[in-house]
């Protein structure tokens, strides 16, 4: 049963520490989104990529967070430092972008990330 | 601007009651739309989508939804609310042949016994 793999689940951290998450999308997807989940905001579109090449990451403060796929099982998202007002649910989601009909993100199960 | 808007962040129905939560998007070429449903603590997991195929879309759990490109909607309903159909709704779209999947500010789905 194919699905995007997120780490950690629950991550708590101080402020002014980095932050990596780490998504495996599902094999063959050749697209990947990070999104950002809070009660204020609702789900915030951070950065996507396709092949492995970074297409949009204008919803993502550039200061402190970068996001890469090293490889195409392998996308990261980092935050340094982090901060109390980075607390959320990531996600990461991938898809088969190509065919519109065909099209559709799958979701993994997301970080909760806690800054103190 | 292209956008999708889900009105009512919050709708409470009586178990056994039809379900009717709205989506209306914004698009100045025909959409692909999505709905997706998320259950406390999990992520998204898609109940249907359209893709210009039949306008009535049937999904998983009962669900369905109509594309009406004269109201530019594409509301979710299911006849009868069960318990278990408590959870965040979000509509989502592929917007002028775009690339991102552009999400509406969710509907959170209260069933009462």
């Known amino acids: 049963d194919a699905r995007v793999t997120q780490t950690p689940r629950h991550k708590v951290t101080e402020m002014g520490q980095e932050v990596t998450m780490r998504c495996q999308p599902i094999l063959g997807h050749n697209t990947v989104f990070w999104y950002r989940q809070t009660m204020m905001q ?4 951070l950065a996507y990529f396709r092949n492995r090449a970074p297409l949009d990451d204008s919803g993502m403060p550039k200061d402190r967070f970068s996001a890469e796929m090293p490889d195409a099982t392998l996308a990261t998202l980092k935050i340094q430092p982090s901060e109390p007002r980075d607390s959320a649910v990531y996600f990461c989601a991938s898809g088969l972008w190509g065919d519109r009909r065909n099209t559709e993100a799958f979701f ?7 800054v103190v | 601007a292209q956008s999708v808007t889900q009105l009512g962040s919050h709708v409470s129905v009586s178990e ?14 025909p959409p692909y739309l999505f709905w997706y449903v998320q259950y406390p603590n999990q992520g998204l997991q898609l109940l249907l989508k359209y893709t ?13 939804a109509e594309f009406k490109k004269s109201e530019t909607s594409f509301h979710l309903t299911k006849p009868s609310a069960h318990m278990s159909d408590a959870a965040e709704y979000f509509c989502a779209g592929l917007l002028n042949a775009g690339n991102m999947l552009t999400f509406g500010g969710g509907t959170r789905l209260m069933v009462k016994p």
């Open chain 2, 52 to 64: 210009s195929a039949a306008t009535l879309v049937k999904g998983i759990n009962g669900f369905e």
């Open chain 1, 108 to 114: 993994g199960q997301g970080t909760r990330l806690t």
């Open chain 1, 42 to 45: 609702g789900l915030e579109l």
């Open chain 2, 16 to 29: 056994g009651a039809l379900v009717l939560l709205r989506c209306n998007y914004s698009s100045s070429v």
